[in-house]
């Protein structure tokens, strides 16, 4: 609406006030959230991922592993993420040349893959997927070692807390930079990472532990980036920090409040003249003044009490609503961190079969976007090529040929007459094919024909293939119908 000055303007000039009238336009706010009405100020507006990180991510790293280490159910939720991504391990099959030879080694060096000796491949695998959601990131040093160590290839893994990277080293080396303690080369490539002796926390004085220059080729670094030109990551539970605190805030409020609701409390007035003050309390046997604590009430006796005295039983009353908000709330954190509320709490009250399957297959396409996404091309992959190097340079295998497909765990069966059907259905009308079923049980196709073809040879070689048809086509001959059958 055009204002008295508008108006005059128009009059005057009408050029001028139509000029006043389209710059005014273009002043108006398309998204109300833009208005300069609204006083919601994001911090640092406009930092980029890596000024956020270098100012808030050790406080959240600190207070996540907190909450892990003290808060039962976000132990559950990162548990419950990890045997979901991770299970019982992502396998590897060599696809290329030498397979037979690389997946033998493999095999082998599974085994001793660990430099510290703590885990297999997949121990190790799990180790880190659960390092990087809890803190954000976590890091995989190679280390190669002499043929004289006796390993099935020359290589080990060394798992370390993204505590060794040094975050505070900012600056130039050589014409690189180093944001965050990671170095970039001109084209903004990492180049090194800077790396202290040994872990932070193990009560060495800050000042004397210096950070070194380690190549990036020997450090395989897991985070999973939500923003464009992010070096580091940040945990999977910063944004339930604080509704976490302050839901263990209120529960420690309520555990406070029920023990005061248990007990009975008696408010006397009135002559106490007759009353004896206990000891401490203004001594032994005196009168004393004012309100005083006049002992406890033993269970089933009978007590005397002087004439004159009125007696005010408190009774506090229970508040309702309590299971209700810590319900609503755990259902936010369990939407937060991005796993199902069941898996979170383990309340399986409410839950119908429907409702429980659409969210474990929302749940599921979650688990295998991070599976395929971040876990595989940026863990699985690298060490994959560097064992397949370190066999190459050992002599064991011919080429470097690094093709491999990986194999997570498979998803058990929600319904499993139902599931079965209906991907005999998509084979069937040419939908999908038995080596794509088999792929997304998690099963290796190549494997699964093998055995196949070992069952059906060991089958016939024992005479009794005939006998297994019969028994799955639910139709076994009887000695009537053997009876029966005409002779040749």
């Not at 190669?144 to 893994?157: G, H, I, K, T, Y």
């Not at 309390?281 to 269970?299: I, Y």
């Not at 004159?308 to 408190?314: A, C, D, E, S």
């Amino acid at each position: 609406m055009p204002n008295v000055l508008d108006r005059i303007v128009g009059w005057v000039s009408p050029h001028a006030g139509i000029a006043r009238h389209f710059a005014r336009q273009q002043l108006a706010r398309a998204y109300e959230a833009a208005s300069p009405r609204d006083t919601w100020r994001p911090r640092r507006a406009g930092a980029s991922a890596n000024a956020d990180h270098r100012a808030d991510a050790r406080t959240l790293r600190t207070k996540a592993r907190a909450l892990v280490q003290n808060v039962p159910y976000i132990q559950a939720g990162l548990e419950g993420l990890a045997a979901a991504t991770v299970g019982t391990g992502i396998v590897p099959r060599a696809t290329g040349l030498d397979k037979e030879v690389l997946n033998k080694l493999f095999a082998e060096w599974t085994k001793k893959c660990d430099a510290d000796g703590r885990y297999d491949f997949y121990g190790m695998t799990k180790a880190a997927y659960t390092a990087m959601e809890q803190d954000g990131e976590v890091l995989v040093r190679l280390r190669w070692r002499r043929a004289s160590d006796n390993l099935p290839v020359p290589l080990q893994l060394q798992l370390l807390e993204i505590d060794w990277l040094d975050d505070a080293k900012c600056g130039a080396y050589n014409g690189n930079t180093i944001v965050n303690g990671i170095e970039y080369d001109m084209l903004g490539a990492v180049a090194a990472y800077w790396l202290f002796d040994q872990h932070p926390g193990e009560g060495v004085a800050a000042r004397s532990m210096k950070s070194q220059r380690v190549s990036a080729e020997f450090i395989v670094h897991l985070f999973a980036p939500a923003r464009p030109g992010q070096g580091r990551g940040f945990t999977r539970f910063a944004s339930v920090i604080p509704r976490v605190r302050d839901l263990q805030l209120y529960e420690d409020a309520e555990l406070a409040r029920k023990n005061l609701e248990t007990r009975l409390s008696v408010l006397a007035s009135g002559d106490m003249s007759g009353m004896e003050n206990p000891a401490g309390l203004g001594g032994a046997g005196e009168p004393g003044q004012g309100a005083r604590d006049l002992g406890d009430l033993g269970g089933g006796t009978v007590i005397g009490m002087p004439g004159g005295m009125n007696f005010t039983v408190v009774e506090p009353k229970a508040a309702p609503g309590y299971v209700d908000y810590v319900k609503y709330q755990l259902h936010l954190i369990a939407a937060g961190i991005g796993v199902p509320y069941e898996m979170l709490t383990g309340d399986m009250t409410g839950v119908n079969f429907s409702s429980a399957r659409v969210r474990l297959l929302d749940f599921r396409r979650a688990v295998q976007q991070l599976q395929w996404l971040v876990l595989i091309p940026k863990l699985l992959e690298p060490l994959w090529a560097a064992f397949v190097e370190a066999a190459y340079l050992s002599g064991k295998v011919r080429s470097r040929d690094k093709s491999v497909d990986f194999s997570p765990p498979k998803w058990d069966y929600v319904n499993p007459e139902q599931d079965v059907k209906a991907d005999q259905a998509e084979i069937g009308a040419g939908l999908s094919t038995i080596s794509e079923k088999l792929r997304q049980r998690g099963y290796d196709p190549d494997v699964v024909f093998a055995e196949w073809k070992s069952d059906f040879d060991k089958l016939t070689e024992l005479g009794i293939l005939d006998t297994m048809l019969f028994m799955q086509r639910g139709n076994m001959p009887t000695e009537q119908a053997q009876a029966a059958k005409p002779e040749k």
